[in-house]
């Protein structure tokens, strides 16, 4: 109780006090400099070490994976780096990364077969993977689908530079303003894992109108989001200007992004969702929502041309790479 009070009516003055000695400002430097330095020694992938390599082999049994799976992974790949930032030994986010990407692949092949048919992702082509990174996905992608008729665009030119050159896959330079995106192909499936999850609102409304109108007649549009519901906000959208881009400040990252005004965290409600779709001529019955299954957080959002065949019946798997 004493300590309580004493916290109380001190430990406001004496916080202030310290952060303004800015105690951190110097350690904070030099982990600065010794990440530049780390930045500029190190190969341009990630080394697999003995330890980093059993842990992928032994996800590799796990999901029957394919022997000669390509697991160089870019030292600028965010998705790689989030899981060293959140803590995790560089054996276990080799292993996180690859599930991920069993659990993407989960998602593509269950879509696909209920809009295609057991067995026929073949006809999911061409296929475009839309804000791909570094490729988390295109490495198992190609083992499933022909690398020529897989399309990958990101932001980040690097990223999409690294997958042709490591995957085969075509790239595509994508762009901060939507209309500017112009392949000259429209796709059968399109798939868009967390970027709107990151889009203000107006480039989330015109991002889903430009690759609405680039999916084929007989396509599938596919999108994660976050719904407001996990933040337990009664609120149609909301934006936030930082992301795990702007979270590196002063990292080593390469190409991280800087806009906090393009790229964020961005929550929609599924009102707010329904009525974005309806613009654009989409009807309740043509799309179907799954709430968390991406990532346990994430919604999915399966968005077809002809009749909706997406509903609960169709279930997805649940990864995580802790239990491995
Ligand atoms: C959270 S990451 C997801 C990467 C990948 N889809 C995955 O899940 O592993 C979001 C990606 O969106 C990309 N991005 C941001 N703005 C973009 C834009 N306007 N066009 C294409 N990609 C964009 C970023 O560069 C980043 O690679």
Not at 20 to 27: I, M
Request: glycine share 4%.
């Amino acid at each position: 109780m004493l300590k309580k009070l004493v916290m109380f009516f001190f430990g406001p003055p004496v916080k202030y006090v310290v952060s303004q000695l800015n105690l951190h400002a110097q350690v904070n430097q030099q982990i600065k400099i010794i990440e530049g330095m780390v930045q500029d020694i190190y190969p341009s992938a990630w080394v697999i070490n003995s330890r980093s390599q059993a842990e992928i082999s032994k996800i590799k049994k796990v999901f029957n994976l394919p022997e000669n799976l390509d697991m160089t992974i870019s030292k600028n790949d965010l998705m790689f780096k989030n899981y060293i930032v959140a803590g995790f030994s560089t054996p276990d986010t080799f292993k996180a990364y690859l599930v991920r990407t069993v659990h993407f692949m989960d998602i593509i092949e269950k879509i696909a077969e209920r809009k295609w048919g057991k067995n026929q992702i073949a006809q999911s082509t061409p296929f475009l993977d839309f804000a791909s990174g570094y490729g988390a996905f295109e490495r198992l992608l190609i083992h499933r689908l022909p690398a020529e008729e897989i399309y990958t665009s990101d932001i980040k030119t690097q990223g999409v530079d690294f997958q042709v050159e490591q995957f085969g896959v075509k790239g595509i330079y994508s762009s901060f303003t939507p209309e500017d995106f112009e392949p000259a192909t429209k796709f059968k499936f399109i798939y868009v894992a967390s970027l709107f999850s990151h889009l203000p609102e107006d480039l989330f409304k015109r991002w889903l109108k430009v690759l609405w109108e680039l999916t084929d007649d007989d396509g599938v549009f596919v999108f994660s989001i976050h719904s407001t519901k996990i933040i337990g906000e009664d609120i149609d959208f909301k934006y936030l200007d930082s992301s795990e881009d702007s979270n590196l400040v002063g990292s080593s990252v390469e190409d991280r992004i800087t806009q906090a005004d393009k790229y964020g965290t961005a929550y929609i409600s599924d009102s707010q969702m329904e009525k974005y779709l309806m613009e654009l001529g989409i009807n309740k019955q043509n799309y179907y929502q799954y709430p968390k299954v991406f990532c346990g957080l994430q919604d999915i959002v399966v968005v077809s041309k002809k009749e909706n065949i997406f509903d609960d019946t169709l279930k997805f798997g649940y990864f995580d790479s802790t239990k491995y």
